[in-house]
């Protein structure tokens, strides 16, 4: 019996073994950053909300909850292309990214705009999960490489 839940660092080439890409496959695969997510949002709402700020949590929670699904989304289309074994150009990726990064931006702003000055908060929660997410990718790559 073979182990079908390997990390990406262990795939094969071929896109057989990988299978089809979906959700439910991204969201189990990445259940330690959903759960890191959840508990910044739960830490968010417990120091905010002991101040009486809860506009402000929810702005912050709101923050990494979007930087959650923007994670989520770049997991799922990157899955898809790993799946259908196509290799798209540098100018394809560049220009997918920059949508996406693009699109990420103006509603970010435009929400921190919206609830100003507590919106503020939403930017501060996306920089939050942006780093943890980058620290909780490049662990297990600092420890691949130390193997090696």
Request: aromatic letters at 6%; a positive charge.
């Amino acid at each position: 019996m073979t182990d079908q839940t390997t990390s990406p660092m262990s795939t094969s080439d071929t896109a057989a073994p990988m299978g089809e890409p979906s959700v439910f496959r991204v969201l189990r695969d990445q259940r330690k950053t959903i759960l890191v997510a959840t508990a910044l949002v739960v830490a968010s709402y417990w120091v905010a909300g002991q101040l009486g700020e809860w506009r402000l949590a929810g702005c912050i929670a709101g923050g990494i909850l979007l930087g959650l699904l923007n994670h989520l989304y770049t997991e799922y289309w990157l899955l898809k292309i790993i799946c259908s074994g196509a290799e798209p150009s540098r100018n394809q990726m560049v220009v997918a990214t920059v949508v996406r990064l693009l699109i990420l931006a103006v509603v970010a702003v435009s929400i921190a705009v919206v609830f100003w000055p507590d919106g503020i908060g939403l930017l501060l929660g996306l920089a939050l999960f942006r780093l943890i997410a980058l620290v909780m990718t490049g662990l297990p790559l600092l420890k691949e490489l130390k193997k090696q």
